[in-house]
């Protein structure tokens, strides 16, 4: 009989994790919480509670630290709780990361997971509880969903693709001036961007950066796509470009790397632990020279990030933290 593994989202955000626990299901009888709004509701996610043998908070917010302070259905489960790199940068959530240090309810998990060592040390400066019990195990993607394309030169190399959900942290001013300084070089240049738009004051920075550079024809906003859509966007790409000024591993870059793409990545705090010094850039002279550089191996780029994030790859990682929690 498999053991049961229930997952609890905050804000039911299972954005990171559906695939992970879609592979899962292989091993364990995997069940996702929906939490409604309704307070009746909370009596049937009790029950859940009490019918698993494993429960997995994703996210360090909401009704997760809820659970983990007041709840006493959590006696004699095992607890994960997965944070990712929000969490440890927005006040309200670092209150409540306070509250259950303060109250105790911290130890009423048995595992921490962090997807990059980078944001675990940050967690134990602010927590020092968090190095009790953490682990590190990346994000992973199925690699599947973006396949490799084929690429030899064409039109796809003039086509940079700046993705994500852009807020002040993806640091859109820097690609925008980095891209600037490309297009002085080789004005064939493209940069895509796709995404919503967060912060509303970046869309008038956007426009108003293109406008005052006579760019506007070298930038395509294709706003908010679809995963099931993004594969077949990627296929006229050439690179990915990261400007973040944070990030705890970069989803966006490794599926557009599984792709195919080139990773032109900002040298972001702990991206050293991520990628290869050779794709990253600091400066003018790295960002443009990494894009004209005739070093483009779209084979190398899909088998990194395959080693290294794919559920093919490493989901054993989970299946053994679940295993010896």
């Given at each position: 009989m498999k053991s049961?593994?229930?997952?609890?989202?905050?804000?039911?955000?299972?954005?990171?994790?559906?695939?992970?626990?879609?592979?899962?299901?292989?091993?364990?009888?995997?069940?996702?919480?929906?939490?409604?709004?309704?307070?009746?509701?909370?009596?049937?996610?009790?029950?859940?509670?009490?019918?698993a043998d494993v429960i997995w908070f994703e996210w360090a917010d909401g009704l997760n630290i809820d659970f983990l302070m007041y709840?006493?259905?959590?006696?004699?489960?095992?607890?994960?709780?997965?944070?990712?790199?929000?969490?440890?940068?927005?006040?309200?959530?670092?209150?409540?990361?306070?509250?259950?240090?303060?109250?105790?309810?911290?130890?009423?998990?048995?595992?921490?997971?962090?997807?990059?060592?980078?944001?675990?040390?940050?967690?134990?400066?602010?927590?020092?509880?968090?190095?009790?019990?953490?682990?590190v195990i990346p994000n992973l993607f199925d690699h599947t969903k973006f396949p490799k394309q084929s690429k030899c030169f064409n039109e796809s190399f003039?086509?940079?693709?700046?993705?994500?959900?852009?807020?002040?942290?993806k640091n859109l001013p820097l690609c925008l001036t980095m891209f600037h300084e490309l297009l002085k070089l080789d004005s064939n240049y493209k940069l895509h961007i796709v995404g919503e738009i967060s912060d509303p004051e970046l869309d008038y920075y956007l426009w108003n950066f293109a406008a005052k550079n006579d760019i506007f024809n070298n930038i395509v906003q294709h706003g908010r796509v679809s995963h099931e859509v993004l594969p077949e966007l990627m296929k006229a790409m050439g690179y990915i470009v990261c400007s973040s000024i944070f990030e705890s591993q970069g989803?966006?870059?490794?599926?557009?790397?599984?792709?195919?793409?080139?990773?032109?990545?900002?040298?972001?705090?702990?991206?050293?632990?991520?990628?290869?010094?050779?794709?990253?850039?600091?400066?003018?002279?790295?960002?443009?020279?990494?894009?004209?550089?005739s070093d483009y191996n779209p084979q190398e780029y899909h088998d990194y990030v395959v080693k290294k994030f794919s559920i093919q790859e490493n989901l054993w990682r989970y299946t053994e933290l679940i295993s010896e929690v």
């Open positions: 049961k593994l229930l997952i609890i989202a905050a804000a039911n955000n299972f954005h990171f994790i559906r695939d992970i626990a879609n592979s899962l299901s292989e091993f364990l009888d995997v069940e996702m919480a929906n939490i409604g709004l309704d307070v009746l509701h909370f009596g049937e996610i009790n029950k859940q509670i009490l019918g709840s006493p259905v959590l006696y004699n489960k095992k607890v994960i709780l997965r944070l990712h790199r929000y969490e440890l940068f927005t006040p309200r959530i670092l209150g409540l990361l306070k509250k259950i240090t303060d109250s105790g309810g911290y130890k009423n998990i048995d595992k921490l997971v962090f997807v990059s060592e980078f944001v675990r040390q940050i967690g134990i400066a602010k927590f020092p509880w968090m190095a009790e019990n953490s682990v003039y086509n940079l693709l700046f993705l994500g959900r852009i807020s002040y942290v989803m966006g870059i490794i599926e557009g790397m599984s792709a195919g793409l080139k990773p032109v990545v900002f040298n972001f705090p702990g991206a050293e632990n991520l990628y290869p010094k050779k794709w990253l850039w600091t400066d003018r002279t790295d960002f443009v020279g990494n894009i004209l550089s």
